[in-house]
C-alpha cells in the first residue's frame, strides 16, 4: 500500500464555475505562440525568421546559455512573427498552423532499455527538456545537473483546477511510458490524491507513490516535496508536469511530437465550463470563443487563478497552463464604505464577513485586490494555509530586506512562488507575495550561480 | 451613491500631481478609500484577493472597544454622582451624558493630534495613510485618569506617534504599543496626573451637568489594596464583587468594567483579531504569579489580594484584550504568543505586588514583554533553523 500524507493547514477556495468532467470540441486555433517568459530563467536566442517553415519539434529559440536546450513550435505551419518588447527582450515567436500538425518523426523506443543520458539527449532534441524545472529557485533544470529525485504531482488542488484524471483518459499508455523514461534519470515520486480512482496512477510502475489528503496546497509539488523528503542546501529535485509526462511518454511510443492537451475553460464567467483538447501555444480565442458571460468586464487568466498570468481572449495558451479561467474584473465599482458593510455576497477566511456560515456556497470572487498594501500587521495569516515545516512571514521578510543567509536559513530552497499564493489570497496586508519570492529566489541565484 | 462616487472623481485630479491641492493629497486619498472600497486589481501574483483588509480589522477592534468605552462613560457620571452623595436623585442618563461629555474633548484630541502626525507623515512619504491609529487614537483616551488634563494628553500622544511608531516605519513596524507609550510618557514625565487619589473621579460640573465636589479623593481599587485590607469606593464603602465586574469604582476609564471588556474579548476571538493563546496565557500567568505571592508573602496586603481579585482590577483584563493581543507588537510565532503572554501577566502581578510605589503593574509589564519579543520570536523560528540546519548534516 502507498505511503499516505495527511495535510491539515490549507484552504479550498470554493468558487463558481469549476469545469464539469465533459469534452467541448473546439476549432482548432490558426494562430499558436510560445512564450519565453514561461520559462524561467531562460534567456532565449531565436533561430527562426518570420515566413520560415517548421514543423511540430523544430525549434523556434534556444536557451543562449546552454543552446542545446531547445524550445520547439507545437505545431507545423510558418512563423509569423517574433514579437519583441522594451530592450528588445523576446516576448513570443507566433506560428501560423498549416492545419496538418505534423510532427519531426523520432523513432519509438524501449525507453527501460535506454540510459539516462539517452533519456535527456532524447528529451531535449524533441523540446521535451524544457518542462523540467528545478527546486531550488523554481526555474528550468539545467540537463547537466544530476537530480536527487523527480517529483511529478498527478493533481491539481487549486480552486477550478483542472482533473488529471479527464487528461490521463485515454492516455495511459503514455503516461507510465513517460514515467519510465523519467525513472532512467532519477527515482521519480508520484504524488497523488485520495479521491483519485485510476488505475494508471494507483499502480504506476517505477515510481514511488505517496497519496496525500487535504485541502489546497496538498497538490502543489512543493508541499508534496516538503512532506516526503524536504530539499536541502546543494540539493537538485526536478519537478514536471502530469500531463508533460504524457507528451514523454508519446515521444517515445509514437515517435512524434504531440503536445496536446486537455484544457479546461473555467471561471465564473463562462458558459458551461468543461473541458476541451487544445494543443499548447493555442490562441486563446478560438477556446474561449461564444462561451463567455458578457454582464461584467472580463479578466481572462492564462492558468489558475492563484498562479495565472492575466491576458486577453487574443493571448495564448501559455506553455504550462493546463486551464483558462474568466473571472470578472471589477463586481462592484461603488463599495460604499466596504471595509464597514456586511457584505453578504463575499468571500473570506475571516469571520468578520459571513462565508463561514455558507461553507457550501459557490463564489464568484473579481480581480480587486479589496484594500490598500500595508506592513505586516496580522501574525498567523500565512502559518494557516501554508503546511511546510517554514516560517513563511520570516523568510517573507527575509526576502524583503535581502538577507540572503537568513533566507537560506529559513528554508527558501524549498520553496516556489506558487507555493505563496494562497498566503497572499488570504493576506489582510496585501502584500505581492508570489512576486517578492520570485525576486527573492533570482537574487539568491545570481548570488549563488 | 453614484452621485458621490462622481462627485469624488470630479474632483480627483486636484490632489494628483501638479493639482492645486496636491498637498493634502495623504487626506483626500484617506477619506476616498474610506468611503470607496479601491478598484485597484490585481497585477501580479494571485487574480483573487480575500474581502479582509487592514482597514475592517481596526475597524473591528473600534467596535469591541465600544462597549468598555460606553461604560466607562457611564462610570464618570456615576463616580461623580457618588462623590457629590447626589446618586438617588441623578437619573443614569445624565450620569451617561456627562460621561459623554468628560470623554468627547478626550477622544477629539487624540484623534486630531494623532491624525494630523499620521496624514502629515503620509503626505510627506508620499505614501497611502494607514489605518493604525484609528485604534491607538481611541486607546488612549480610555486608559487615562478622567483628571488627565487635554494639554497633558495631546503631548502624550504626539510623542508616542512620532516616537513609537513613525520613527520605526509607521503602522505594523513598531516595537512597542504606541497607546501604552502615551500612558507610560504621562506615567513618567507627569506622574501626578496618573497616580495619587485626586485623578481617578471627574469632579467638575460641564453646562450644568453633573456635580461640583471640592478638595474631592478617592484613590483606585489597587492603592487601597496595596495599603489596608479593602478596596473602598467614590462613596467611602467597601467595593462589593459586583462593583468590580461591572467596573463602578475609580479607575483609567476604559479599563474598569469587566463585563464589558469581556462584550470586546468575545468579538475579536471570534473574528480571530485577537489571539486565544496570547490572552489565555496572560490569564495563566497572572494568576500562577498572584497565587505564589499568596503563600510566600503573608505579610504583605496585596500579595494577599486572591487572585481573581487580581485579574479583575486595575488594567488587567483590559490590558490582557486590547493591548497585549496587539499583532504588531506581540509575538508573531504561535508558540512565542504563549511566552509572550505569561510573561505579560506574571510580570503584572510582580510589579503590582513588588513595586511599593505604584500598585499598579500592566503597562509596565505589556511595554516590557514588547521588548522581549523579538527575542522570543527569535529563539522559536531558530529552533526551525537548527532543525533544518540539522537535517542537512545528517544527510552529509
Redesign the interface.
Known amino acids: 500500500m502507498h505511503r499516505v500524507v495527511k495535510i491539515s493547514k490549507g484552504l479550498n477556495i470554493n468558487l463558481k464555475g469549476a469545469p464539469v468532467a465533459e469534452m467541448t470540441s473546439v476549432d482548432a486555433a490558426k494562430l499558436y505562440a510560445l512564450m519565453p517568459a514561461d520559462f524561467t530563467r531562460v534567456t532565449p536566442k531565436v533561430v527562426v525568421k518570420p515566413e520560415d517553415a517548421v514543423k511540430a519539434g523544430d525549434p523556434l529559440f534556444v536557451d543562449k546559455a546552454n543552446p542545446e536546450l531547445q524550445f520547439v513550435s507545437p505545431v507545423s505551419g510558418k512563423v509569423v512573427a517574433v514579437n519583441r518588447g522594451e530592450r528588445r527582450r523576446v516576448l513570443s515567436v507566433v506560428v501560423e498552423s498549416d492545419g496538418k500538425f505534423e510532427s519531426v518523426e523520432y523513432k519509438a523506443k524501449d525507453v527501460l532499455s535506454l540510459s539516462s543520458d539517452e533519456v535527456k539527449a532524447d528529451l531535449l532534441k524533441a523540446g521535451l527538456f524544457a518542462f523540467m524545472r528545478q527546486r531550488p529557485y523554481d526555474v528550468i533544470a539545467n540537463p547537466s545537473d544530476a537530480p536527487r529525485a523527480i517529483y511529478v504531482s498527478a493533481f491539481d488542488s487549486k480552486p477550478l483546477a483542472v482533473n488529471f484524471e479527464i487528461a490521463l483518459k485515454g492516455n495511459e499508455d503514455d503516461f507510465q511510458t513517460g514515467l519510465d523514461a523519467l525513472s532512467r534519470i532519477a527515482p521519480v515520486h508520484l504524488g497523488i490524491c485520495a479521491c483519485q480512482k485510476s488505475t494508471a496512477l494507483l499502480v504506476a510502475k517505477n515510481v514511488t507513490t505517496t497519496i496525500f489528503k487535504g485541502p489546497h496546497p496538498a497538490g502543489n509539488v512543493g508541499v508534496q516535496i516538503n512532506k516526503t523528503a524536504p530539499v536541502n542546501k546543494g540539493e537538485i529535485v526536478w519537478t514536471i508536469g502530469a500531463e508533460e509526462v504524457i507528451f514523454i511518454g508519446r515521444l517515445f511510443n509514437k515517435g512524434k511530437v504531440d503536445f496536446t492537451r486537455t484544457v479546461a475553460l473555467a471561471g465564473s464567467e463562462v458558459k458551461n465550463p468543461s473541458y476541451s483538447k487544445v494543443i499548447l501555444g493555442a490562441q486563446i480565442s478560438t477556446l474561449v470563443e461564444g462561451r463567455l458571460e458578457n454582464k461584467n468586464e472580463l479578466r481572462v487568466i492564462d492558468g489558475n487563478v492563484l498562479t495565472g498570468k492575466k491576458t486577453t481572449t487574443d493571448g495564448f495558451l501559455g506553455a504550462f497552463s493546463t486551464e483558462i479561467t474568466v473571472i470578472p474584473e471589477i463586481l462592484n465599482d461603488a463599495d460604499l464604505l466596504g471595509w464597514a458593510a456586511p457584505r453578504f455576497g463575499m468571500y473570506s477566511t475571516s469571520r468578520s464577513y459571513f462565508s463561514w456560515l455558507a461553507p457550501k456556497r459557490e463564489y464568484t470572487i473579481d480581480a480587486r485586490i479589496k484594500g490598500g498594501e500595508r506592513h505586516m500587521i496580522m501574525s498567523n495569516e500565512y502559518d494557516k494555509v501554508f503546511p511546510m515545516d517554514i516560517y513563511p512571514e520570516y523568510l517573507i521578510k527575509a526576502i524583503i530586506t535581502g538577507n540572503i543567509d537568513k533566507m537560506e536559513q529559513l528554508g527558501i530552497y524549498e520553496v516556489a512562488p506558487e507555493d505563496f499564493a494562497l498566503c497572499e489570497f488570504v493576506d489582510s496586508s496585501k502584500l505581492e507575495l508570489q512576486r517578492i519570492v520570485r525576486e527573492g529566489l533570482d537574487k539568491l541565484r545570481a548570488e549563488m550561480c | 451613491?453614484?452621485f458621490?462616487?462622481n462627485y469624488i472623481d470630479k474632483i480627483k485630479p486636484n490632489f494628483e500631481e501638479g493639482g492645486k491641492l496636491h498637498a493634502f493629497r495623504s487626506l483626500f486619498d484617506g477619506f476616498e478609500?474610506?468611503?470607496?472600497?479601491?478598484?485597484?486589481?490585481?497585477?501580479?501574483?494571485?487574480?483573487?484577493?480575500?474581502?479582509?483588509?487592514?482597514?475592517?480589522?481596526m475597524?473591528?477592534v473600534v467596535i469591541a472597544l465600544l462597549p468598555a468605552m460606553l461604560v466607562g462613560m457611564y462610570n464618570i457620571g456615576y463616580q461623580n454622582a457618588l462623590a457629590a452623595g447626589v446618586v438617588e436623585t441623578t437619573t443614569w442618563f445624565s450620569m451617561f451624558l456627562y460621561g459623554l461629555l468628560v470623554m468627547l474633548p478626550k477622544i477629539a484630541v487624540s484623534y486630531i493630534v494623532g491624525l494630523g502626525i499620521e496624514f502629515t507623515v503620509a503626505q510627506w512619504k508620499n505614501e497611502?495613510i494607514?489605518?493604525?491609529f484609528l485604534v491607538s487614537g481611541i486607546l488612549i483616551p480610555m486608559i487615562v485618569p478622567v483628571g488627565c488634563p487635554l494639554w497633558i494628553l495631546a503631548l502624550a500622544t504626539a510623542f508616542a506617534v512620532i516616537f513609537a511608531k513613525e520613527v520605526f516605519?509607521?503602522?505594523?513596524?513598531n516595537i512597542v504599543n504606541v497607546a501604552l507609550i502615551a500612558r507610560a510618557f504621562i506615567f513618567f514625565a507627569y506622574p501626578s496626573v496618573i497616580s495619587g487619589d485626586s485623578v481617578w473621579v471627574a469632579t467638575e460640573s460641564i453646562f450644568g451637568i453633573g456635580a461640583n465636589v471640592d478638595g474631592y479623593t478617592c484613590a483606585t481599587a489597587l492603592q487601597h489594596l496595596a495599603n489596608g485590607p479593602e478596596a473602598i469606593g467614590a462613596s467611602g464603602a467597601a467595593l462589593t464583587t459586583c462593583d468590580m465586574l461591572w467596573g463602578l469604582m475609580p479607575g483609567s476609564i476604559g479599563e474598569t468594567s469587566v463585563i464589558a471588556i469581556a462584550l470586546g474579548a468575545v468579538l475579536l476571538l471570534?473574528?480571530?483579531?485577537a489571539?486565544w493563546k496570547t490572552m489565555f496565557s496572560v490569564f495563566v500567568g497572572g494568576i500562577a504569579m498572584s497565587l505564589l505571592f499568596q503563600y510566600t508573602m503573608p505579610e504583605n496586603p496585596i500579595a494577599q489580594v486572591p487572585f481573581w481579585q487580581h485579574l479583575i482590577l486595575g488594567g488587567f483584563c483590559f490590558g490582557a484584550v486590547f493591548m497585549a493581543t496587539d499583532?504588531?507588537t506581540?509575538?508573531?510565532?504561535?508558540v512565542g504568543k504563549y511566552i509572550y503572554g505569561f510573561g505579560i501577566g506574571a510580570m503584572a502581578i510582580l510589579i503590582r505586588v513588588l513595586n511599593p510605589g505604584y500598585p499598579e503593574g500592566m503597562m509596565l509589564a505589556i511595554l516590557l514583554m514588547n521588548v522581549t519579543t523579538p527575542f522570543i520570536d527569535y529563539c522559536v523560528?531558530q529552533s526551525?533553523?537548527n532543525?533544518?540546519?540539522k537535517?542537512?548534516t545528517k544527510?552529509n
Not at chain 2, 169 to 173: D, E, N, Q, Y
Open positions: 451613491m453614484k458621490l462616487r478609500t474610506f468611503l470607496f472600497v479601491p478598484n485597484d486589481t490585481a497585477k501580479s501574483g494571485v487574480n483573487i484577493h480575500d474581502a479582509i483588509d487592514s482597514k475592517r480589522i475597524s473591528l497611502e494607514h489605518e493604525g516605519g509607521g503602522t505594523g513596524m471570534w473574528t480571530g483579531v489571539s499583532p504588531v506581540s509575538a508573531r510565532t504561535e523560528v526551525n533553523v532543525a533544518r540546519a537535517r542537512l544527510k
